[in-house]
């Protein structure tokens, strides 16, 4: 005791433990639902139709490898080294050209190259948002999305959609809601095509309209077109891009080549240009050249185009295995959606099933999918989940989709037997009706 | 004039142009000086010894060749597939076998891999730094880390080094003084071996007080170590975070392999861990799998560390010829440290020269160097500038030295000529003599 020190060095300060001293942003940095269930999903007995991978199987590999072996052998001091934060030239210009598939004109200088376009989204959203800030998504948004909002501290205000993508009428009203609380919001986040996870596609003849909605309110818009090539027609729509060149643009290789080579961009205007390439070089210094010349190659050496035929085919015939199995097994009382590209199903459950509850229950029974919940940033969505095609084989989905629907009825018969669930909170009429094209039970 | 709209749809809002309502941050992304060197330091004619790009010449590209083309055929589908958040748990192994090297017991739990380590230097600096709080860095730092500090907000507090690396004395003043504001600094970020830019090494008999003085104020440790094994004794420093579990570290393959990979990695606690892996997902959802698989079966095929050793080799010479021509041409008044490892050396001029004014003159002369100030957040460091020996020939080293001797000599002939130049910032002792081992000029 006599040897207890007698001045003590630190004045003030409490001894603090390093890991509770985190930032603000980090309360919003939540396991999101999606990916709780990647852990379930890759067990072999579970039918998952809970993930947005990509289908690479039908990827000529051995082409692949000959390309990437000679990228090694005669370009690997420049492929293996630092490049700038920007990207490859040649690769952004040959991403103005696949671009230009949806009617964008654009310069290569206007193009960032970015690690997946999510590193754009959560760059744009960097540069866009302090806290507190207001961003328009619709409702239901892609999980990734929200979770780059949640990060800046950005508040998420959704526009519902109906089966014809956002309502323009209902963004109008949103925009003035907001503005008579004096809230400019920094901007509208869209997918127009097959949306994620709403699988609907924004109508042609509403997209000027959502354009001039947002120009004449000072509301940037955030264009993220991941499936623009994977239209089941085989024809692109124009691009909100193509009809406005303020229009911020995400695009990615990750759903028409390779996802995990993870390279993206966002094409935006020159004052948005510079501070995005200031914000990727302090995010990741560069993209890595190896992966952006490799990229480059394919697209200078195959038939990429065929190759997105290609996937688009498997893709539309496991949406219609999905639409064939809903139709033969769900119960009375639920509705959907039908996509015309992309990946995603919407589902609408009968009242009083709450698709988060009903979860584990589905995964018990083999089949797993993403509950509503998770594509909401204000709590919507429990009468909803989104079920992915893009992945399983035809077979597997019928499967899955059979499994689903026997724990619907498990569901729904524990519902007549005990009568009504706990209360569950209100949905309003856009949101609850949603997105759903009508779907065969309710025509 | 009659076609004037009666009503106006907006009530309130003005006509705001989006590029001008971007996030408060973006104030402080600049362009670094580095930055702006790196187009003029690609001319041929230019010796550069601005830059830090490694030296890659004697990379195995054949054998390389091989394994990549071997991974795209055989393991493709996985490759070029969406992974985990985390990073590939293979490699994360070996990373902690790489570890082991400079002490560290770990395991792959605790290991998040990203996109290069400047990923893991922006993510950890979003989840620890609120606006306006504080990180402390050694003066001067690197740049990169500066950029990253200045996205989030985050007011840096820079630290002396002498030429045994950060000042333990000068750590415990700066604590007290900010404690006596009320101010814990959230972490201290430190380059412990062959520091970026000052060159000198963090002597080992510092290392524990450093760690004990920041346990006592309740301050993180972040320790940057991307050259660690690259020291031409041969053998390795002892990490900081084999002395404490607690510290945050960052670690590298772009100098120990190839840069262009961009694969990089953060071993954190596992609170840190939790947080970081969430911050990473909506970073770029993430790491290409693709890069880590390759460098995966490049540790466990290849002698990797043969090949540290040949670059390590390869950079001594180089540093060799840096000081040889350092005290062959320099004018008197010029003082250097000598590193022992690493890419760098720090070079102070003679009174009056200002390093960033001196720059486009240096350029004209055909030899680019970076300016000191770019290394601090303060505006000090206008008498220094960094040399990179890492990239070019020691015969272009040498001519670099030449021209730039030369230019310095113009310099100090103006001066003399026309009498001191305008008044400096005045540069406190510990800076101005700052983290230079004595020279052959000042034994």
Known sequence: MADAPLRREVPSTPAVAP????????????ASEIRALFAVASRPEVVSLAGGMPNIAALPLDALSVEVADLVAREGQVALQYGSAQGVPALREQICEVMALEGIRAVPDDVVVTVGSQMALDLVTRIYCDPGDVVLAEGPSYVGALGSFAAYQARVVHVAMDSHGLVPELLRTALHTL??????????????????????TLAVERRAEVLEICARFGVAVV?????????????AYPALRSMDRDVIYLGSFSKTFASGLRVGWALVPPAVRDRLVLAAE?????????????????????????QIKTYTEAYRDRRDAMLRALETYLPEGCSWNVPDGGFYVWLTVPEGVDTKAMLPRAVTARVAYASGTGFYADGFGSRQLRLSYCYPTPERITEGVRRLAAVLEAELDVMRTFGTPARLPATPPAVRDGPQAPSPHTP
């Open 223 to 235: 264009e993220d077109n991941p499936y623009g090539l994977l239209g089941f027609s085989g024809s």
């Open 282 to 306: 302090s995010a990741t210094l560069c993209p890595p050249s190896f992966n952006q010349m490799l990229v480059s190659r394919y697209l200078a050496g195959h038939d990429w185009r065929s």
């Open 19 to 30: 890991a509770e001293r985190f930032a603000a942003r980090t309360a919003g940095m939540t």
């Open 179 to 200: 503005a008579h609380q004096g809230i400019v919001p920094k901007f509208l986040y869209t997918i127009p095509n097959f949306h994620n996870p709403a699988g609907v």
